[in-house]
């Protein structure tokens, strides 16, 4: 814990975390009191008050009907996840639901001023300051390829240019809105010889 996040664990497992109440008069006077020094995290900061401005992601296993809980609602994410444990990402007026690599978007029905009370939330972590962002024009059979590796986004993103975050494990796509389209583990280990997208030609470097 400190004055930020307290995690909650039981024989090394974490079982939640929440905002902490505590200042720094309180750390210091816990470890007067014999507390220890406590390892690496392990999860990142709760959101507390963060959670109404910046993106925030929690944990769920959707049930047989397709449905999650979140914040007291029941919310159906789709029966093809069924059983299945995923990520929902609740960013301004969207929850992007993440489920091995596979991403579907809806409109968040969850408001700014109501995700503060999901206690098992963390926020959303930032891209990797190492990663390369670059360019690509979809194709008209709704895929690119970067650094090798062919990516299908979908026929409804065809023609449309789209943003790729490379890093050494992902590949992160990002529509003209800025808003993530997909997260794919990265395959190939070929570096980036090609950072603007090209206006028409569908093109099989870099």
Do not use: W
Request: aromatic share 2%; net charge positive.
């Amino acid at each position: 814990m400190d004055s930020t996040t307290v995690h909650v664990s039981l024989d090394g497992k974490r079982i939640k975390t929440v905002p902490s109440r505590l200042n720094t008069a309180d750390l210091v006077r816990l470890r007067a009191d014999g507390a220890r020094v406590a390892g690496p995290a392990p999860a990142g900061r709760a959101p507390g008050p963060l959670a109404a401005r910046c993106p925030i992601e929690v944990a769920r296993t959707v049930n047989a009907c397709g449905v999650v809980g979140l914040a007291g609602q029941q919310i159906t994410v789709g029966v093809p996840l069924a059983g299945r444990r995923v990520t929902l990402r609740l960013d301004g007026p969207l929850m992007q639901v993440v489920a091995d690599g596979m991403l579907v978007r809806m409109p968040c029905p969850i408001p700014p001023q109501r995700r503060a009370c999901i206690s098992d939330a963390q926020l959303s972590p930032l891209p990797p300051q190492d990663a390369v962002r670059v360019g690509r024009k979809v194709s008209t059979r709704g895929s690119f390829q970067v650094c090798g590796q062919q990516v299908q986004v979908g026929m409804v993103h065809a023609r449309t240019v789209v943003s790729v975050e490379v890093t050494d494990t992902t590949l992160h796509v990002f529509d003209q809105d800025g808003h993530r389209l997909r997260t794919v583990p990265r395959t190939t280990s070929l570096e980036v010889t090609r950072f603007k997208a090209y206006g028409t030609k569908n093109r099989t470097t870099g």
